[in-house]
Structures are given as structure tokens and as C-alpha cells.
């Protein structure tokens, strides 16, 4: 538990926690090359600073220096040590299973501390819809709208004047909506999955 004086110190101690991951416990742990640390540093730079994209691991893999099979182990091993979500359109696929769809930081609080830039309010919101949900739930990357919960719920993310013209039909779909207070319809407070923790 941090007891930060400003939001800068809280973000530099999750800094430090991350370079404490990444720079001891990683090598130690998971035999990751000492002399690829920089370039995970620089891996969780850059998602942290773009929106949520579709993963090219070759292109990943080129941009790091790294090849294939050792980008998807790297982000394996991040992700085991809840830096990383890593989502997938089909788990019950095993083809699918070989590289995920999206990948997002764990939390909002790494998010905030290792962005380059301005973070996109949109990535927050679905990093931190990812963290809440899958906690407990088998979040998957939606092919209609951002995520599909246990192979059940479907939710899209936005704002307040996220319509439903994208999940419209979709049985149990919902938004997921920041900047309101109360439920109605269809359109859920985006705070209100905080409690699912």
C-alpha cells in the first residue's frame, strides 16, 4: 500500500514497482534476458501510450528486436505478473490462443504511470473495465462490440452519449457508459463495476 503526497509520487512508486518486476523478478523468475528489460520497458511504453490496438506480433516482434516466439513468451510473462491483459476472440480456439487480439496494462494506475503522452480517455475507460471484470470473469475481445464476459454478456464502452446502435439486437448486451451516475435501460455507470472487486 502506497501513502503518496501527490499524484506524482504515487505514480513513481508504481514506476519503481514496475522497474522492481521488470529488472529483478522477471530475470530471476521467468530466465528473461537481463539485456531485453529496456525493450519491455519500451513494449509497455508504448501500449500504455496508443489506444488499444489488434496485436501484430510480427511487427511487435520487429519494433522490439526480438523475434516471434519470444515476444509471445515476454507477453506471457507480463501478463502472469499482472502488467498486462491480454484478450482473446475465442479461448476455446486453440489456433486463436497462439497470439491475443488486444492487449491492454493491468490497471489505470500503470497506465498513468509509464504513458509517454496524453492517455486516451477511451483506453482508460476499457483498461479499466478489463481489470474490474476480470478479476473474477473470463473477459474476451467482442467481435460486435469491445468485450464479451463469460461467453455471455456482451458491453461496449464509451461515454454518455454512447448510443446502442452497435450492440442493438445483441441478446444481454450493454454500455457500459462513463460520465453517468444512474443506470437505465441497457446503459450502465462505468464506476459501478468497481464494486466487482
Known amino acids: 500500500m502506497f501513502a503518496a503526497k501527490s499524484k506524482r509520487s504515487y505514480l513513481t512508486q508504481v514506476q519503481k514497482v514496475v522497474s522492481l518486476i521488470l529488472e ?7 530466465q528473461v534476458d537481463v539485456g531485453n528489460v529496456r525493450k519491455l520497458r519500451s513494449l509497455l511504453a508504448v501500449l500504455s501510450s496508443g489506444v488499444p490496438f489488434a496485436v501484430d506480433i510480427s511487427k511487435m516482434a520487429q519494433m522490439a528486436e526480438l523475434n516471434r516466439n519470444t515476444i509471445l513468451s515476454y507477453l506471457s510473462h507480463l501478463h502472469r505478473a499482472k502488467l ?16 491475443p487480439d488486444k492487449i491492454y496494462l493491468e490497471n489505470t494506475n500503470l497506465l ?19 481489470n474490474q471484470l476480470a478479476y473474477k470473469h473470463q ?3 467482442g467481435k460486435q462490440a469491445d468485450f464479451l464476459i463469460d461467453r455471455k454478456f456482451t458491453i461496449e464502452v464509451g461515454g454518455q ?3 446502442g446502435k452497435q450492440i442493438a439486437g445483441t441478446p444481454n448486451a450493454f454500455i457500459a457508459a462513463d460520465g453517468i451516475e444512474y443506470a437505465f435501460g441497457n446503459k450502465l455507470p462505468l464506476w459501478l463495476f468497481g464494486f466487482l472487486y
Not at 498486462?84 to 497470439?99: A, F, T
Open 24 to 30: 529483478i523478478e522477471l530475470p530471476q523468475l521467468r
Open 161 to 163: 452519449s454512447k448510443d
Open 112 to 130: 498513468q504511470a509509464l504513458a509517454l503522452s496524453q492517455v486516451e480517455v477511451g483506453t482508460q475507460r476499457e483498461t479499466f473495465l478489463v
Open 84 to 99: 498486462i491483459n491480454l484478450l482473446y476472440s475465442d479461448r476455446l480456439n486453440l489456433k486463436r490462443m497462439q497470439k
Open 139 to 141: 473477459v474476451e475481445y
